[in-house]
C-alpha cells in the first residue's frame, strides 16, 4: 500500500516536531491568537510523482479554535484541470519551527469525483498532507505543501495522487502582527 510509508514518515514528524515543541526547543509563534481562521488559497500539480499531471486549484478554510492540543478544524475544497473534485473535512496543527516559520501536518477525510480526470478508485478519499511555510509581515502567509490523496483501500483499486501546491493564506480576523495583541 502506498501510503503506509508517507503516513508513517507523517506521523513521525508530528511526534518529533510535538516532542520538540514540548521541550521548548521550538519557539511560540510572534502571534497566534486563539481565534485566528485563515482563508488558503493554492495552486498546484495534481499526480506528481506519475503520468496524469493536472493543474490542482485549492480553497480551504482553516478555523482558530482548538479542539484539543492545538488541533484545529479546516474544510477544503479541490479541483483539477482534468475535472477532479474533492470537498473535505478534517483537522491540522501548526508547529512554530522559528518565529516566523511553521510546519504543518493535515488529514481530511472526504467525497471524490474524477470527473474526467484520474480515477482513485473510491468516492470516499483521505488526504494527508505536509506544509512548510513563512509568516510575512502583514500577517498573511505563504506555504509550500505535499499532499497524498488515498482511498487506504476501501475500494478495489488504490490508485492514489501526490500534490504539490503553493498555498497563500489570508487572514480573516483582525489582529495586530508582531504585538500578539487583538484589536
Same mark, same amino acid.
Given at each position: 500500500?502506498?501510503?503506509?510509508?508517507?503516513?508513517?514518515?507523517?506521523?513521525?514528524? /508530528?511526534?518529533?516536531?510535538?516532542?520538540?515543541?514540548?521541550?521548548?526547543?521550538?519557539?511560540?509563534?510572534?502571534?497566534?491568537?486563539?481565534?485566528?481562521?485563515?482563508?488558503?488559497?493554492?495552486?498546484?500539480?495534481?499526480?506528481?510523482?506519475?503520468?496524469?499531471?493536472?493543474?490542482?486549484?485549492?480553497?480551504?478554510?482553516?478555523?482558530?479554535?482548538?479542539?484539543?492540543?492545538?488541533?484545529?478544524?479546516?474544510?477544503?475544497?479541490?479541483?483539477?484541470?482534468?475535472?477532479?473534485?474533492?470537498?473535505?473535512?478534517?483537522?491540522?496543527?501548526?508547529?512554530? /519551527?522559528? @518565529?516566523?516559520?511553521?510546519?504543518?501536518?493535515?488529514?481530511?477525510?472526504?467525497?471524490? @469525483?474524477?470527473?474526467?480526470?484520474?480515477?482513485?478508485?473510491?468516492?470516499? @478519499?483521505?488526504?494527508?498532507?505536509?506544509?512548510?511555510?513563512?509568516?510575512?509581515?502583514?500577517?498573511?502567509? /505563504?506555504?509550500?505543501?505535499?499532499?497524498? /490523496?488515498s482511498n487506504l483501500s476501501l475500494g478495489d483499486e488504490n490508485p492514489g495522487a501526490e500534490v504539490l501546491s503553493i498555498y497563500y493564506h489570508i487572514p480573516l480576523d483582525d489582529h495586530v502582527g508582531t504585538?500578539?495583541?487583538?484589536?
Amino acid at each position: 500500500m502506498r501510503i503506509a510509508p508517507f503516513l508513517g514518515c507523517m506521523f513521525s514528524l /508530528i511526534i518529533f516536531v510535538s516532542s520538540a515543541q514540548a521541550s521548548g526547543f521550538l519557539l511560540e509563534p510572534k502571534v497566534e491568537p486563539e481565534t485566528s481562521r485563515y482563508l488558503l488559497l493554492s495552486a498546484g500539480y495534481f499526480d506528481i510523482l506519475d503520468n496524469d499531471k493536472a493543474l490542482d486549484l485549492r480553497a480551504e478554510i482553516r478555523f482558530g479554535e482548538s479542539l484539543i492540543h492545538g488541533i484545529k478544524p479546516l474544510m477544503a475544497l479541490e479541483t483539477t484541470s482534468d475535472g477532479n473534485f474533492y470537498v473535505a473535512g478534517g483537522f491540522f496543527r501548526d508547529f512554530w /519551527i522559528f @518565529e516566523d516559520v511553521f510546519f504543518t501536518p493535515s488529514l481530511t477525510l472526504g467525497g471524490y @469525483e474524477d470527473g474526467g480526470g484520474k480515477d482513485l478508485g473510491y468516492g470516499l @478519499e483521505f488526504r494527508s498532507q505536509i506544509e512548510i511555510g513563512y509568516v510575512l509581515e502583514n500577517d498573511h502567509r /505563504i506555504s509550500l505543501g505535499f499532499s497524498h /490523496i488515498s482511498n487506504l483501500s476501501l475500494g478495489d483499486e488504490n490508485p492514489g495522487a501526490e500534490v504539490l501546491s503553493i498555498y497563500y493564506h489570508i487572514p480573516l480576523d483582525d489582529h495586530v502582527g508582531t504585538s500578539g495583541t487583538d484589536l
